[in-house]
T-cell receptor, first 114, second 114 residues
Framework: EAGVAQSPRYKIIEKRQSVAFWCNPI?????LYWYQQILGQGPKLLIQ????????DSQLPKDRFSAERLKGVDSTLKIQPAKLEDSAVYLC????????????FGSGTRLTVV | KNQVEQSPQSLIILEGKNCTLQ??????????LRWYKQDTGRGPVSLTI?????NTKSNGRYTATLDADTKQSSLHITASQLSDSASYIC?????????????FGGGTRLMVKP
């Protein structure tokens, strides 16, 4: 079974630039999550989608972060403009439903803002 | 507030030794509890998943236990190997009527030395 695909694997940008991350969840998974994980800390949920609707985006810094899942499958997470403190691993995960069955993480995108 | 606390925060052991990592949670009622292994800069990989009715689950040299009465779980690693060096994260999924946000522990960073 294919896992959760994320790209790019690594990204280095200068502050104030913009960046986008892509996630393709496991086929049939209705729930998709984006997390930010700063080195040495546990993942922090940024946004949770159920199909193409947003379930929770309470911790998403909406002044600079945006995410969409237009067709209820792939998702993109964008940062514009980036700040130094955005340097982190951005993890995408998906699950069959909101209770988290089949929950699987992608390999993540490591972002470095210089 | 749902919380997951892990201990110790970090641990260094010699190759071949056993170790036990702890996870205490306040999430109640909960649907399932998972242990993940996360290599630096990579996405977490699932080791075990237990429902509230299960007491133990093994995956090779990894054995997870769960005491739903005391709200404690442990991950026991037997005959450690250098490749076990990673962060180990405990994640609790609340049941549907307790809110659906997966709650992450801060992780235990394990280093196995030769």
């Amino acid at each position: 079974e294919a896992g959760v695909a994320q790209s790019p694997r690594y990204k280095i940008i200068e502050k104030r630039q913009s960046v986008a991350f892509w996630c393709n969840p496991i086929s049939g998974h209705a729930t998709l999550y984006w997390y930010q994980q700063i080195l040495g800390q546990g993942p922090k949920l940024l946004i949770q989608f159920q199909n193409n609707g947003v379930v929770d985006d309470s911790q998403l810094p909406k002044d600079r972060f945006s995410a969409e899942r237009l067709k209820g499958v792939d998702s993109t997470l964008k940062i514009q403009p980036a700040k130094l403190e955005d340097s982190a691993v951005y993890l995408c995960a998906s699950s069959l439903d909101e209770e988290g069955w089949g929950y699987t993480f992608g390999s993540g995108t490591r972002l470095t803002v210089v | 507030k749902n919380q997951v606390e892990q201990s110790p925060q970090s641990l260094i052991i010699l190759e071949g030794k056993n170790c036990t990592l702890q996870c205490n949670y306040t999430v109640s009622p909960f649907s399932n509890l998972r242990w993940y292994k996360q290599d630096t800069g990579r996405g977490p990989v699932s080791l075990t998943i237990m429902t509230f009715s299960e007491n133990t689950k093994s995956n090779g040299r990894y054995t997870a236990t769960l005491d739903a009465d005391t709200k404690q779980s442990s991950l026991h690693i037997t005959a450690s190997q250098l490749s076990d060096s990673a962060s180990y994260i405990c994640v609790v999924t609340p049941s549907r009527d307790a809110g659906n946000m997966l709650t992450f522990g801060g992780g235990t960073r394990l280093m196995v030395k030769p």
